[in-house]
């Protein structure tokens, strides 16, 4: 009995001192720096999975709201343009385009709308850049001259000048900015819907609405063409019901005119119109 005692209190002696170097060599590799460092290192890893899967979840939201918000306006935007019944764009030069260009108004619709987007050009200079053909002159008994299509036919800083249709004007924007839509053959819709965005238009009529007159033709490649006597280009601004709104090089004003007899004016020389954008 004396025996069994003597060996239980030895064991109770083992186990206690076994426990003290047990919680000895915790507390020594809690205090031990290394052991700090790999506690901070997992705690760190820990943090910043926790960080980037919150950012991850919080991207999402995020984007899907600016998504959902860009639908939304963009389908409001095709709503508001197919309901307004008039709109007008603030801020659009005016220029005339006397007495320098004499018949370059198509030259000088091309610089407001530059201008208007932030490129700073003048009339001047994009006169000189404009291809050009001479005027019409005869040759062999026949009166031969150059395509409005691809040239300025004449000076523009002359009075004997004619003009230039839209491709070559396409041509001299582009030249400049990237921000150009050709609305040539398009629907007058595509005219309004772009005015409605803030997009002003150069579109080709007659002077004053005046009907056409042909008082002028030359072969081109043996093919005979009519100078369309009263071409004008002018720069759409606005619209309402009833009437259509423009800044005229002529005058350097701005102008009203009846919507009806615009389009059929612009209907006669082709229906051509060129946009710009910002």
Not at 125 to 152: H, M, R, V
Request: aromatic share 10%; hydrophobic share 40%.
């Amino acid at each position: 009995m004396r025996k069994g005692k003597i060996s239980l209190i030895i064991n109770v002696a083992i186990l206690f001192v076994l426990f003290v170097i047990s919680a000895n060599n915790l507390i020594a590799m809690m205090v031990n720096p290394y052991f700090k460092i790999k506690l901070n290192e997992i705690s760190n890893k820990s943090n910043a999975l926790l960080s980037n899967v919150s950012n991850s979840i919080n991207n999402k939201i995020v984007s899907i709201t600016i998504n959902e918000a860009k639908l939304t306006s963009d389908a409001k935007d095709e709503i508001d343009a197919s309901k307004i019944d008039n709109y007008k764009i603030t801020n659009v030069p005016k220029l005339n385009q006397h007495p320098k260009l004499k018949t370059g108004c198509e030259i000088t619709a091309t610089t407001i709308v530059l201008n208007y987007i932030g490129i700073d050009i003048d009339m001047e200079t994009l006169a000189a850049e404009i291809p050009k053909s001479s005027i019409p002159y005869i040759e062999n008994g026949l009166l031969i001259g150059g395509d409005p299509n691809q040239y300025f036919i004449g000076d523009p800083f002359s009075n004997s000048g004619y003009g230039v249709y839209h491709k070559p004007i396409y041509d001299l924007l582009t030249s400049y900015t990237p921000n150009v839509i050709d609305l040539t053959g398009k629907s007058f819709d595509e005219i309004i819907s772009n005015i409605t965005k803030g997009n002003p238009v150069i579109a080709w009529a007659t002077l004053n609405m005046d009907p056409i007159i042909y008082n002028k033709s030359w072969y081109i490649d043996e093919t005979l063409f009519n100078w369309k006597g009263k071409e004008h280009s002018y720069v759409i601004v606005g619209y309402s019901k009833d009437t259509i709104i423009v800044n005229d090089p002529n005058s350097g004003e701005e102008k009203s005119f009846d919507k009806d007899l615009f389009i059929k004016r612009w209907s006669d020389l082709g229906s051509q119109a060129i946009a710009v954008y910002k």
